[in-house]
């Protein structure tokens, strides 16, 4: 093991090469997994493609992410091994050699830790609660019950059904309406206004000469009923149709967390940089967040603060940093207001793009509004400093616009939303000219802003290493 | 019964990280999810996890720092947190004790040792 974890490449190589006999098995028509087995499937022939992505297109930290993947394969194997080995001898054959080159003991699939759950969808078998105040009833149910699979819980009472109900994972009740106590119809009430009991299919049992009541128990909520004395074989129709119903809506709730989870996630790994509007764009279309970008016009942003270096060397690094926290914060909240994205801060610096992931008509307005707007925010950052004890800052603003590539960039598991393209180099340049407490746009930025907004200075051209025009810029004044 | 206490997974590793997800699902768990050390110290302080699985090789702020944070934050400093290191080495381990962790597992991950140390450390911590 040790010299496996030594030598992942070595290892990764293995995997795929005892990962053979597992997909031509998945890949018979005969073998048919269920949900959501299925999509362990489907995760794992992706962790296969990853590995073999990984060994022809190394990335910078290959051993990682390939011990990363490979530990993703070996657990959907293992997966596999508890939830479908049984049912499928094609699996059986070929999942211990793919396991055991991922290093897994779990090779025999007698060895399985099988949730109940996992078994009982198999079998489309339930927990039945069988609520009766008739002990020669609750056999009865039992008996039938029990001898195709279910496991049947019972209930001499209506009070007693609902404590078992808070307790117990069930999947149909088979609800007797006469009981002493609290009735039949009662308890179907308070199930149906109960959250968390509300799914839970019931099926109302009663004699011929109850039928009214029945009929006002299913427009209560109840989803079908048995007559007394039993069909043993209608009985066990309905249940199963139950299980399926309680299936359905399991499956339902799983995929809606699923959803809620991914959409945590995003906000959470996203909400950094984007602002609120964007984050809800991306989870509008998911597929943005897939690799690879767009070519799109943007207007670029940086700022950073004047002298920051030699300030920086002059005050102890827990004033620095609260310095720069009390300044990036405003910053933030002014840039998110104007739809501004956070590409990155680099120290003192602020790189933004408008335009990206969302296009608007007035990307380089909003922009140049938003410079105007950071350079008036300064005041009340220095205000603050100053209470603190702390020197007052000046910033310094560059804006450009040009096409770039915009899109996630990075691999698969590190990608983050940025933008590059010469436009971006062009702008930096500009930044290094800029005066203090100065906003420098770029010509191709002026030429897109409606006339008569914006104050202009005098026209100046910028000569920058490594750009062969000269670039004209515009100090930006203030709003006409 | 199993547990059903919120467990904060924090890994960068998406593959990984869905296969885990689905792993503790299945054994019953409720699991929220983090990518960095720094998204992972704000989902500490907001939902308040009942145990923390760490992958200690994290972007933006790693698992180490992350760790000491928590530690010293007396609003989180409860939360057990679960290394979980690449390498099955000594000094990782002394390591992650040190930084504050209860446990640590190896990646990858041997499943049924790991729900034993999720157990042990909810239990502990219960």
């Given amino acids: 093991m040790s010299t496996d974890i030594d030598q992942p490449v070595a290892w990764a190589h293995r995997i795929l090469a005892s990962a053979e006999p597992f997909l031509a098995a998945t890949a018979r028509p005969t073998v048919s997994i269920e949900p959501p087995t299925d999509a362990d499937v489907l995760a794992l022939k992706e962790g296969l493609i990853r590995v073999s992505e990984l060994l022809h297109t190394p990335s910078s930290d290959l051993n990682h992410d390939l011990l990363n993947v490979i530990g993703a394969i070996r657990g959907y194997a293992e997966m596999l091994q508890e939830d479908a080995a049984l049912l499928h001898p094609a699996l059986r054959q070929a999942l211990p050699a793919l396991l055991s080159s991922a290093g897994s003991t779990q090779t025999a699939p007698s060895n399985l830790v099988a949730d109940s759950a996992a078994v009982a969808h198999r079998n489309e078998a339930g927990v039945i609660l069988a609520v009766d105040d008739m002990p020669e009833n609750r056999e009865l149910i039992s008996r039938l019950l029990s001898r195709a699979g279910h496991t049947v819980i019972s209930a001499e009472s209506g009070e007693e059904a609902l404590e078992l109900l808070e307790t117990r994972g069930v999947d149909v009740v088979l609800l007797d309406l006469m009981m002493p106590g609290i009735g039949g119809a009662e308890v179907l009430r308070i199930m149906k206004e109960h959250e968390g009991l509300r799914a839970t299919p019931v099926i109302m049992i009663s004699g011929r000469q109850d039928m009214d009541q029945i009929i006002t128990c299913i427009q209560a909520g109840a989803d079908d009923y048995l007559l007394k004395p039993f069909n043993p074989v209608l009985l066990q129709a309905r249940i199963s149709a139950g299980i399926e119903r309680k299936r359905w809506h399991d499956r339902e709730e799983d995929y809606r967390h699923q959803l809620e989870r991914n959409e945590r996630f995003i906000r959470r790994t996203f909400g950094r940089y984007l602002s609120d509007d964007i984050v809800e764009q991306l989870l509008e279309a998911p597929e943005g967040l897939e690799l690879g970008g767009d070519l799109r016009e943007v207007t670029i942003m940086m700022s950073d603060i004047c002298g920051f270096t030699s300030l920086a060397e002059h005050l102890p690094p827990t004033q620095v940093v609260s310095l720069l926290n009390r300044y990036f914060e405003a910053m933030t909240a002014i840039i998110f207001a104007h739809q501004g994205t956070i590409d990155e801060f680099l120290g003192d610096a602020i790189l933004a793009v408008f335009g990206a992931p969302r296009r608007l008509d007035n990307d380089p307005e909003r922009a140049v509004r938003c410079a105007l707007a950071m350079r008036e925010a300064m005041d009340a950052v220095n205000a603050a400093n100053a209470a603190a004890g702390l020197p007052a800052l000046s910033q310094r603003i560059a804006l450009n616009t040009g096409t770039v590539i915009a899109g996630n960039i990075g691999s698969e598991q590190r990608a983050k939303y940025g933008c590059v393209g010469h436009a971006m180099n062009v702008t930096s340049r500009i930044e290094g000219q800029t005066a203090d407490d100065e906003i420098l746009i770029a010509e191709a930025t002026r030429q897109l802003l409606p006339e008569g907004i914006f104050r202009l200075g005098e026209p100046r051209a910028i000569i920058a290493k490594g750009i062969e025009d000269s670039i004209l810029t515009y100090p930006v004044l203030g709003l006409h | ?126």
């Fill in chain 2, 1 to 126: 019964m199993t547990d059903t206490r919120l467990i904060l997974l924090v890994e960068d590793n998406e593959v990984n990280r869905n296969m885990l997800i689905r792993r503790l699902e299945r054994a019953g768990h409720a699991v929220t999810t983090a990518a960095d050390g720094d998204i992972a110290l704000n989902v500490m302080r907001e939902e308040h996890p009942a145990v923390v699985l760490m992958d200690m090789n994290l972007p933006v702020k790693d698992g180490w720092t992350a760790c000491r944070e928590a530690k010293a934050d007396p609003a989180i400093s409860d939360i057990p947190i679960i290394a979980l290191t690449a390498h099955a080495m000594e000094e990782d381990k002394a390591r992650a004790l040190a930084a504050g962790c209860v446990d640590f597992a190896t990646k990858p991950v041997d499943f049924p040792a790991l729900l034993t140390v999720i157990a042990a450390a909810l239990n502990a911590h219960g």
